[in-house]
């Protein structure tokens, strides 16, 4: 009537990162096989490339290593599901990174963001370790994977939402005329 508890399959290992359950005590987060997931959420995902797979798109690495604030606003656009244009992000990112030479920590926060969008893992490094000591092959990696995942970011959010045939969310309602002489 009652399972054993040897024939029940083995909890996956808890990290130690408390996490209260509202039931008598506290759950841990546990390791999946492809990242850290909350019980009963699918694993996180990898990224489709590596950090260092600079060479699997030149054009894009050398736009970067020379002007790295295109490659940035192109990216912030998309996750920005076109909220902030890709000229606005890439002149504050040009301003942040004159006035202080802190643009790493700007940029790590959209990393974050995607990761989150996307479900990815924080790997190789947390975000900000990854900007902050490889801030062109971190836009790089980050270009890539919204490449892979269908979009063009040489267009734009608006733009890849009416060739993938879907209306942006972001897309203010059509008004009608008011009185007219």
């Known amino acids: 009537m009652y399972s054993k508890q040897e024939d029940a399959a083995p909890a996956p290992p808890a990290t130690g990162i408390p996490m209260n359950s509202g039931v008598g005590g506290n759950t841990y987060y546990h390791a999946g096989t492809t990242g850290f997931a909350l019980p009963g959420q699918a694993p996180l995902a990898a990224w489709s ?15 970067t290593c020379l002007c790295p604030c295109i490659t940035f606003g192109q990216i912030a656009e998309i996750i920005d599901r076109g909220s902030t244009s890709c000229g606005a ?14 643009q790493c920590i700007y940029s790590c926060f959209y990393r974050a963001k995607m990761r989150a969008q996307y479900g990815l893992q924080e790997s190789p490094c947390a975000d900000c370790c990854v900007h902050w000591c490889c801030e062109p092959c971190a836009l790089c990696q980050e270009y890539r994977e919204l490449k892979k995942r269908g979009f063009d970011l040489k267009l734009g959010w608006h733009a890849n939402m009416e060739r993938q045939g879907r209306t942006p969310a972001t897309m203010p309602p059509l008004m009608h005329p008011g009185m007219t002489r």
Do not use: E, H, K
Not at 53 to 59: A, I, K, L, R, T
């Open 49 to 63: 490339t590596g950090l260092c797979n600079c060479f699997d798109d030149c054009g894009n690495c050398c736009v």
């Open 89 to 102: 992000s890439g002149a504050l990112y040009t301003l942040i990174m004159l006035l202080t030479g802190c």
